[in-house]
Nanobody, 124 residues
Framework: QVQLVESGGGLVQAGGSLRLSCTAS????????VAWYRRAPGKEREFVAA????????DYADSVKGRFTISRDNAKNTVYLQMNSLNLEDTAIYYC?????????????????WGQGTQVTVSS
C-alpha cells in the first residue's frame, strides 16, 4: 500500500498553467505506475494521464494531449502533472492513483491506491 497526497491545485485564468504534484509515502514508490484522473462537476471520472514505474512510458487522454505533461521523480516519491493552456473544461477535482501493475494503464480499476484530490478551477 502507498498513501498519496495531491497538491498544487488552485484558481487560474483560461490560458494559464498549473503544476500538480502527487507525493507518496513509503520506500517502494518506484514499483508503482501512477495516473491522474479528474472529475468535473456533474460528470463521470475520466482518465487524464499515466506514467510507468520508471517514467519511460506515458499515456494521455486526447483532450489533454499537447497541453499536459506527466513526469515523475522517484527520488522524491513524486509525480507531476504540468498543465498548460488551461481551459474552462479542465475545471475539476484532480486525483492521482497508483498501481503495482507493470506498464501504463488508463482504466481506473487498475489502480488500488487513490489520493483525496486537489481542486483545479479555470476562470474566463
Amino acid at each position: 500500500q502507498v498513501q498519496l497526497v495531491e497538491s498544487g491545485g488552485g484558481l487560474v485564468q483560461a490560458g494559464g498553467s498549473l503544476r500538480l504534484s502527487c507525493t507518496a509515502s513509503g520506500r517502494t514508490f518506484s514499483t508503482y505506475a501512477v495516473a491522474w484522473y479528474r472529475r468535473a462537476p456533474g460528470k463521470e471520472r475520466e482518465f487524464v494521464a499515466a506514467v510507468s514505474r520508471n517514467g519511460g512510458g506515458t499515456d494521455y487522454a486526447d483532450s489533454v494531449k499537447g497541453r499536459f505533461t506527466i513526469s515523475r521523480d522517484n527520488a522524491k516519491n513524486t509525480v507531476y502533472l504540468q498543465m498548460n493552456s488551461l481551459n474552462l473544461e479542465d475545471t475539476a477535482i484532480y486525483y492521482c492513483a497508483a498501481s503495482g501493475a507493470v506498464g501504463v494503464w488508463t482504466i481506473p480499476t487498475a489502480y488500488g491506491n487513490w489520493g483525496q484530490g486537489t481542486q483545479v478551477t479555470v476562470s474566463s
